[in-house]
């Protein structure tokens, strides 16, 4: 698997105030990487089930109740933000 380096990632935890910066970082890595649970542990050498609590939480505080939602509702956080950057000019 290819490196990816987490601080690429780490600006965008400013579109996710309510996630701790780590879990901003894991949900980021998550969509735009399109990484599994299992790819994300192995490249933060954590244990999968760690990684799984912290996308569980992120989930809670997102207001999502699947993976597939929160990656849904992190792409749509983002193209909201960029959207509103674009047009405020």
């Known amino acids: ?6 601080s690429q990632f780490s600006a965008m935890g400013k579109f ?4 701790t910066e780590l879990q901003a970082v894991h949900v980021c890595m998550l969509v735009f990487n399109n990484l599994s649970v299992e790819e994300l542990a192995e ?6 089930n760690t990684v799984k609590e912290s996308m569980s939480s992120a989930q809670k505080k997102l ?4 993976m597939k939602l929160l990656r849904t509702s992190v792409i749509n ?3 909201m933000h960029i959207a509103i950057y674009i047009f405020k000019e």
């Open 1 to 6: 698997m290819a490196a990816v380096d987490p």
């Open 16 to 19: 996710f105030p309510e996630l």
């Open 43 to 48: 490249l933060r050498d954590v244990a999968p």
């Open 63 to 66: 207001g999502v109740s699947s």
């Open 77 to 79: 956080r983002v193209l």
